[in-house]
Every structure is written in C-alpha cells, then in structure tokens.
C-alpha cells in the first residue's frame, strides 16, 4: 500500500484529474520566482554599490524593495502553494477539484494583481506598510482572488468521497481561514489607525502573514509530500493535531515581539516573548514527524530530488523557529533587532524552508500534470545545489553581520557611518550568495518549462499519481 492508500485514502488514475488551474498557477509562479531573482540581485547589488542605477526613480531602493517582497510572498510562494493545492486536495478527497474554470479565472485575477504591482510599485503607487504595499484596489482585488480561491477549496472538500480528512487539509483550510483574517487586517485595518496602534497591527500582520499564511501552507505541502515522494507513511497523525492546534493557539500572539523597547505596553511585550518561546511545541512536533516518517528511507536522498529539498526545508524550518524564540528574548533582541540579522532570518523562513517546500511540490507534481519526464535530473540537482549554498551563505553573511552590526550600534563610540562601511563585506557576500540562489532559481524554471513542454509519455508511461 502507498503512503497515502495507509493514510486512509485511495488514488485515482491521472486522467481522473483535469489539474488546468494547478498548471496556470504552477507555471506562472515559476516565471515570477525568476523575475523575482533579478529584482532581488539589483537591491544586494545596490547596498555594495549604492549609485548603482540611483539616478533611474523606478530603480532606487524604496520601490524596488517592496516588488521584491510582493514578488517573493505572491507571485512566486503563495501562488505556487496554490497550484500545489489545487493537486493535492482533489487528491485527498477522491473527487475532481470543484470548478476548474473558477480556478482558472482565480488563475487570471492573480496573474492581472501581480502584473498591476510590477507597474504599481516602481512608480510609487504603494501604501509604506511592510508587506501591505500593494495599493488598496490591488489589495481588493487580492481579497476577491482569495474568495474565489477558498469557495473552490471548501467546495471540493464539502463533497469530497472520504470521510477521514489528512493533516494536509487541515492545514490549508487553516491557511484559507487565517489568511482571510491576517490580510485584512494586515492591509485595511491598519488604514484606519495611526502612530503606536498603526505599528502593533502592521507586525501582527507582518509576522503572521509568515506564521498564518505561509507557514501553514508550507507544511500542507511537505505533509503530503513527504510521505507521496519517499512513498512511506507519515508517523504519526496524532502528532501531527498537536503541531496542527498549538501552532493555532501560539502563532497569533507573537508579532508584538518586533516591537520589543518599543513604544508599547510591558505586557504586551511579555505575551509576545511567552508565546514566542511556546512556538517550539509546533515546531518540535512538526520536524520530530517529518524526520520520523523517514525512518529507514534516508538511502532516497541520494536520487530523489524532490526529497533533498523536503527535507532541507525541514531543517531550515526547524533553524527558523528556533532563532525566532530565541530573538524575542529582552537581551538578545536588543542587540540583534533592526538589524541584518531580522532578514536573515526572514529569508531563511520564506526561501530556505517554504521555497524549499514548494520547489519539492514544483518538481513532484509537472511531471505528472503535463504528461511528461522531468527534463533533467543533473539539472534539478544543480538547482538544489546552487539554491542550498547560496542560501547558506546568505542567511550566515545576514545573521553574523547582523549580530556584529547591533552590537557596534550598541556600543555608543561608534559613529553609524563606520558600521556601514564595517558591513561591506557581509554585503558582498551576500551579493556573491544571491548570484547562486538566482542561478539556482533559473536552472529550476528552465527544468520546469522544458519538462513542461517536453514530448508526452505514451498512456500507459505517465508518471504515476
């Protein structure tokens, strides 16, 4: 039996599934994530050369930052979380996806919203409000989309043949639900408030679009992954309920922890440290069952590509939650806050776990949907690779520095324009890492398009489900 047949559902022939709408997202996503690198290459480039391309408005750093982060959350991660979803669900359920039309007209919608922010925001139509740039009538639209979105997911649920419901479900659902509540807030509530208010609900929404909205789409992804591409059974389902409701309970009471010798309320710091620390129980729960499903399966990392990237993804997640907590300690978060050390950390949640997470997806799933071969395994293994080293060396280059660059502001003799000048190094590493990660990223978009367009296996050939 499969891993999934002993999870208690079935699988269905690949003809059984349409998958049009897991195409549109999938395929777009992947272009995105490559115009994405550039972007990404112009900023590092910039804090090592700061003229560089200073005298183009469209180019400077102020709108070039904000197109790389909606570049990265949207056009690339939440979209190809999407297209992941749109596989997987139908899948779970043992019925077709509810309404392939809606998922492609969801498909166009998104297409339009991000094509609207790469005009939008390099002319500086933005609202200055980390991670809810995007202007209010993109950011309507983005709430439209995600209705459409979510009626086609719960529909497909609500009709679904199997009763029991796999922790992937549980997770998107949850994804659907707190995106809903995180966006809003995120990006209308905050129009409404200003000055220390404005702050405490733009770093709810910051924080939580990355543990309420990428967080639980990522492990929907690697929960149903894991166990489909090493073809073992997950660990354990009751284990993967207690990540599922703590990460629930815990995830929303953290963001204040950015704001920490802040302008806000000694409890509300308090909250966020304690719950910030009690985000190991999810984490612990969640990596201790990815690493235990495993289990005598470790010899399939040497050929399977989509395995090495999974199980990357789990090791930098586990980094990530780790570090979090322990920044959101008083001592520590004072020197390390505002700091390098802050993006390094972020890149490490959102490139080196959930990227990894999603290209696994990526790898796994377009073969299959398009009938095809993976164009090239020497390939995919140069883009783990190159996406791997250059990850290290950046989220390394970020943190170090970041910790160096805190503790000389903290020291009060020296002068600011000596730490910028003291961090160029790390810049450059950082710089020379991001031409890996960009390389990486277009060895995979090239794989995914020529596997995409390759020539069509025989019936009977196709890639199994």
């Known amino acids: ?27 777009s996503s992947v ?33 070039m930052r904000p197109l790389h982060v909606n570049g990265m959350l949207f056009g690339w991660l939440l979209a190809a979380d999407i297209g992941l979803s749109f596989y997987f669900i139908p899948r779970l359920c043992g019925v077709k996806l509810w309404s392939e039309k809606l998922g492609v007209a969801t498909a166009i919608l998104w297409n339009i919203i991000i094509l609207g922010a790469v005009f939008a925001l390099p002319a500086g139509y933005q ?20 209705l459409m979105y979510g009626f086609n997911i719960f529909a497909t649920i609500y009709s679904r043949k199997y009763e029991q419901m796999y922790v992937s479900t549980w997770y998107l659902m949850a994804t659907i639900l ?3 509540f995180v ?76 704001m920490l010798h802040g302008p806000i309320t000694q409890w509300l710091q308090t909250i966020s440290i304690v719950f910030s620390i009690m985000l190991l ?10 690493i235990a499903s495993m289990k005598g399966q470790w010899h399939q990392l040497g050929e399977n590509v989509s395995l090495k990237f999974l199980m990357s993804g789990t090791i930098f997640y586990l980094l990530t939650c780790f570090q979090g907590p322990m920044h959101s300690l008083r001592s520590v978060n004072a ?19 959930f990227s990894f997470f999603a290209m696994a997806g990526v790898y796994h799933v377009v073969p299959r949907i398009f009938g095809t071969k993976l164009h090239s395994e020497t390939l995919a ?65 090239f794989n995914i398009w020529s596997t995409a367009l390759g020539t069509k296996l025989p019936q009977g050939e196709s890639a199994a489900v």
């Open 381 to 445: 293994n140069w883009s783990f690779w190159l996406f791997l080293i250059g990850g290290l060396g950046m989220f390394t280059s970020l943190w170090l520095g970041g910790f160096w660059q805190g503790w000389q502001w903290s020291t009060g003799n020296i002068k600011f324009i000596d730490t910028v000048i003291a961090l160029k190094p790390v810049w450059v590493v950082r710089l020379l890492s991001g031409v890996l990660i960009a390389t990486g990223i277009y060895t995979f978009m």
């Open 127 to 146: 609202k200055g409000l980390e991670y809810a740039d995007l202007p209010t009538p993109l950011a309507v639209l983005v709430v439209i989309a995600w």
């Open 335 to 353: 020197i390390v806050s505002k700091t390098d050390w802050i993006p390094g950390h972020a890149h490490m949640a959102v490139m080196g776990a």
């Open 183 to 258: 966006y809003l807030t995120g990006n209308f509530a905050t129009l409404f408030t200003t000055g220390v208010n404005q702050a405490n609900l733009n770093w709810m929404y910051t924080h939580n679009a990355v543990g309420l909205i990428f967080t639980p789409a990522g492990l929907a992804v690697a929960y149903y992954f894991i166990p489909r591409t090493s073809n073992t059974p997950l660990f354990s389902h009751k284990l993967s309920m207690v990540g599922f409701w703590s990460l629930a309970f815990v995830y929303v009471w953290t963001g204040a922890h950015h």
């Open 178 to 180: 707190w995106t809903a």
């Open 281 to 290: 129980i999810p984490v612990w729960a969640v990596v201790y069952n990815f």
């Open 31 to 63: 272009s995105y994530f490559a115009i994405v690198a550039i972007i990404a290459l112009i900023i590092a480039a910039k804090f090592v050369w700061p003229e560089f391309l200073g005298s183009i408005q469209y180019f400077t750093y102020g709108r």
């Open 1 to 27: 039996m499969s891993a999934m047949e002993k999870s208690g559902t079935a699988v269905q022939p690949q003809e059984f599934h349409q998958d049009i709408a897991a195409k549109w997202f999938l395929m």
